[in-house]
């Protein structure tokens, strides 16, 4: 049975240890647990503040990552610039607001197209595959083609967040719409935020997503059972459809 591949987030690890600005628990040495178990790429997000991910850590997962990196980060000339210089497997462009707790929605591809456009064009020169985060709406994957993307990444907050079955239908059905469209365009479909252990069966049943992203719900549950099993009991769950 076709599995996606989880792409294990340490963003949380690294939260934890800024925390008491102390060296553990280390995202580096955590995510080379999480591989041992299964995950098949690590994934983090560096932000401008440097809340929780440090350039330490990305330049050691460059060294000790034994499947994908896959980087988000916000398209400033800052990150571009430090990304041609030191290149991940792949760049995830996502929104960032210092202000928020958590990334909140997709880009609007739609209203920065030309802005965009330049920044995926300087990376895939670089040989990076350039991913685009954003919501389930056609319109932007559309737009997430026309600047040059390879790859999307369906957000999946509203689906997780849902107040009642039927509206986590009704967003359920947004994302295998968006699955389906991305494929005919010719993008790569990835999938994440908010996927836990209970709601992430749907998603990852969805034949046309071959990548989910997933931190939070994997960091929580490792505090009780450690992280091989948190990242096992993951798999598990993503092919329980």
Known sequence: MRRARLGFNVDHIAT?????????????GIAALA????????TLHLREDRRHVQ???YFLLRET???????????????????LKHPPDMVTLVPERRQELTTEGGLDVVACEQELAKSVQ????????????????LRQLEASLKVGAQRVELHTGHYCGAKNPQLRLKELQRIDEAAGHAIRLGLGCAAGHGLDYSNVAPIAAMEEI???NIG???VARAFYVGIKRAIKDMLQCMTRF
């Open 65 to 83: 990552k034994k499947g994908l990196l896959n980087l988000e980060m916000a398209a400033t000339s800052a990150m571009v610039e430090l990304v």
């Open 216 to 218: 939070h719900s994997i």
């Open 16 to 28: 934890v240890r800024q925390a008491r600005l102390a060296l553990w628990p280390d995202p580096v």
């Open 55 to 57: 350039e330490r850590d």
């Open 210 to 212: 071959d990548e989910l």
């Open 122 to 137: 300087v990376l895939k020169d670089r040989g990076m595959v350039v991913s685009l985060f954003v919501d389930p709406n």
């Open 35 to 42: 591989e041992v178990a299964g995950a098949e790429q690590i």
